[in-house]
């Protein structure tokens, strides 16, 4: 019993980490329709920049965090008006191999900055892992599904009531329309990669203070993860991608624990399998009629 | 004018009788490694050690009043060019055994060679498995990477006083999976209790899983088949599950300092490795101080040690066997031991190497620090 509990805390702690990215892809799946292939990159590049500035500036790390969100915004921002937007009439097609070549992009050139050897992340917190009985929760674990669901909370009323994310929903419903409207379409978009991007940038902090390694191809994984979280979530519904993310990190968790380490990826994709099959729009999303 | 003549003619046929009488005089080895190339810091490494063993043999009257010569060609880490080679030094210079080639592809050529016309031929640095199966005239003075599991099982037993045991490895993994089954079958048969082994996939970073299984089941060290940026996060989440455990590893930990950012975690971990410039035995330092006499700086690989045992192996050999002759050379390497300066060598049925490793570990601030030299356990 108590080694299922550590296991399904481990699971947790995986699961908020793809959480916490899902909700940059959901965000900005849902309103642009774009899937961003490059967001894992974004992530690896705010892992660099955070490392860079604590390693060899030595910024303390609360500036280090900040910091390195506003490189995922620039970054962000500057490959949506580049890459992006000038496809943006364009077949999805397009901008979804745009979206590959972009992070590819990104990969290359970090490998050619910083060679293809992991950079170890300095520690950040030394605190010892907190005990009930013979179960132990360690406090990265804590911080990261915590932090998770507080953004996830915060991001859904921002996109619910804020006037910002009420012209994001408008323009993920109608593009058209809500030009008309008199909505600001690029402005919206561009606030909707960059809080999608400084997600990564907090995302690839927590990641590196769990798993404190930095390498060019490290963003690969996880956003493949935080993608599947997206879509079985339902594509831009944020306590979907959440709620995904958890269960993914779990099951993985659970099947590596107690069945199998080499099955644990055929798991996760085989629950993408079954639930795309029986429902397609994802776990919390809704059957939209084709508007005619 | 004539008996001027015939002076000479006396004079140059005495030379021509002196001369391959002078020759006979010197033994002729015969040297192949990448001196060029890519890979011409490991192939330098094993020429410098070579010639530092036959320089300090020459000094002290070489064998039995002969002195020992080396030729060199370079085979550019090729196999073309390490067969060529091995024609070049057998047939044309008359060598009577072979030192090197460096990397296992170039050796596996020069050795197909060496075996069929049974010329003694050791290596130094190439630890692929075939090269010394059913060629009897081939040996090496490397040991491969699982004979690392079976001396760190012997270490984990005799030293680190653990008696229940756990070992993690990458599925699929050469490497890995060996030297994990190296590990495991030594310390079933020291009467260790093996209670967990995991596996992980290619490119993990979460090892959280497998750790907590481990800890569940009381294991006291834990044998790490991975290379140092995996063994970094393992290190890592133990400490973050509150694993009061060992850790112990093979010669892959040894770039764990450039990934680890915690180096206080390291004093946890013990590795092996062929040889380290901080042993602190006699021979070791005798060796140091001549390859800093001669090259004027600090051996930097350590083929250079196994380069210079091979040159010792070979040369004990030679002396023991009292003649050049191939099959009494190849027999006398066989029953050698040898005390080189990474270790006593022995050799097996295979032709590999049986010696002790140098077991290594690091202190608070991730600098290296020598344990002890261990033997496995026969």
């Keep these: 019993m108590v080694l299922f509990l550590n296991q399904l805390i481990n699971g947790l702690g995986t699961g908020a980490i793809y959480a916490l990215i899902a909700l940059g892809y959901t965000m900005v799946y849902g309103i642009v329709k774009l899937i961003n292939f490059a967001h894992g990159d974004i992530m690896m590049v705010g892992s660099y920049a955070a490392v860079v500035l604590m390693v060899n500036a030595g910024v303390p790390f609360p500036v280090a965090l900040v910091a390195s969100m506003l ?32 992070s590819y992009l990104l990969q290359n ?51 619910m009531k804020s006037r910002t994310g009420k012209a994001m929903r408008a323009v993920s419903e109608d593009m058209g329309a809500a030009k008309l409207m008199g909505v600001n379409v690029n402005m919206t978009i561009s606030t909707t990669f960059a809080i999608g ?16 390694s930095v390498a060019p191809t490290m963003g690969a994984m996880p956003g493949l993860k935080a993608f599947i979280a997206a879509v079985l979530g339902g594509i831009g519904i944020l306590p979907g991608a959440m709620l995904v993310g958890f269960i993914m990190g779990v099951a993985e968790s659970l099947t590596k624990g107690f069945v199998s380490t080499q099955l644990s990826d055929a798991v996760v994709y085989g629950i993408l399998i079954v639930v795309l099959l029986f429902k397609p729009s994802g776990l919390l999303g809704r059957a939209q009629r084709e508007k005619v | ?25 010197t033994i002729k080895i015969g040297g192949i490694a990448c001196l060029t190339g890519p890979a011409a810091m490991y192939g330098v490494g094993v020429k410098n050690g070579v010639d530092l063993y036959v320089s300090e043999l020459n000094a002290a009257g070489g064998i039995d009043g002969k002195q020992v010569e080396v030729l060199w060609e370079d085979d550019e880490a090729s196999a073309d060019k390490a067969a060529n080679a091995y024609n070049k030094l057998v047939q044309n210079d008359g060598v009577c055994a072979i030192l090197g080639p460096v990397v296992s592809s170039a050796t596996d050529a020069a050795a197909d060679l060496a075996a069929s016309d049974g010329i003694p031929l050791i290596t130094a640095s190439a630890t692929a498995y075939y090269i010394t199966t059913d060629r009897p005239s081939v040996f090496r003075t490397c040991f491969l990477d699982p004979f690392q599991g ?11 006083k653990a008696t229940k045991v756990a070992a993690m490895y990458k599925n699929g993994d050469e490497y890995s999976v060996g030297l994990k089954d190296a590990f495991v079958t030594e310390a079933k048969a020291l009467g260790l209790e093996v209670v967990a082994e995991e596996a992980s996939a290619d490119k993990d970073v979460d090892y959280k899983t497998q750790l907590t299984n481990i800890k569940d089941s009381g294991a006291e060290a834990i044998f790490l088949a991975y290379y140092g940026d995996v063994a970094s996060l393992i290190l890592t989440q133990a400490n973050e599950l509150g694993m009061d455990v060992m850790f112990t590893g093979g010669d892959g930990i040894s770039n764990i300092t450039d990934s680890i950012s915690d180096k206080s975690l390291l004093t946890r971990m013990y590795y092996s490795d062929h040889f380290t410039n901080s ?8 060796y140091l101080a001549g390859y800093q006499a001669m090259y004027g700086e600090m051996p930097s690989i350590s083929f250079s040690a196994t380069a210079y045992d091979a040159a010792k192996v070979l040369c004990g050999a ?16 066989k029953a050698s031991s040898t005390e080189g300066v990474t270790g006593t060598i022995t050799y097996d049925d295979h032709n590999d190497p049986i010696k002790s490793a140098f077991i290594l570990t690091y202190d608070a601030q991730g600098n290296q620090v020598f344990v002890k030299q261990q033997d496995p356990q026969q």
């Excluded at chain 1, 500057?78 to 097609?93: G, M």
């Excluded at chain 1, 009985?133 to 674990?141: E, Y």
């Excluded at chain 2, 004018?1 to 005089?25: C, H, Q, W, Y």
């Excluded at chain 2, 042993?279 to 005798?286: G, L, Y």
């Design chain 2, 150 to 160: 079976k001396v760190m099982a012997a270490f984990t037993a005799q030293e680190l």
């Design chain 2, 279 to 286: 042993a602190d035995s006699e021979i070791v330092k005798a």
């Design chain 2, 1 to 25: 004018m004539k008996k001027l003549v015939a002076v000479l003619v006396t004079l140059a046929m005495a030379v021509s009788f002196i001369l391959p009488a002078m020759a006979e005089d």
């Design chain 1, 109 to 159: 050139s970090a490998q050619l900055l910083f060679s293809a050897n992991p950079r170890p992340f300095p520690p950040v917190f030394s605190i010892p892992p907190l005990r009930i009985g013979g179960v132990s929760i360690s406090f990265v674990t804590l911080l990261t599904v915590l932090v998770a669901a507080l953004l996830m909370v915060g991001l859904n009323l921002f996109v």
């Design chain 1, 71 to 102: 490189v995922c915004v620039a970054f962000g921002v500057a490959i949506e008006r580049v890459a992006y937007k000038p496809l943006r009439d364009a077949p999805r097609i397009c901008s979804l191999i745009t979206a590959i070549g972009v």
């Design chain 2, 318 to 333: 030679i002396a023991a066997a009292g003649t050049t002759e191939p099959d009494a050379v190849v027999a006398a390497i």
């Design chain 1, 197 to 212: 991007c400084a997600l990564a940038g907090i995302g690839a902090f927590l990641y590196c203070i769990a798993y404190p």
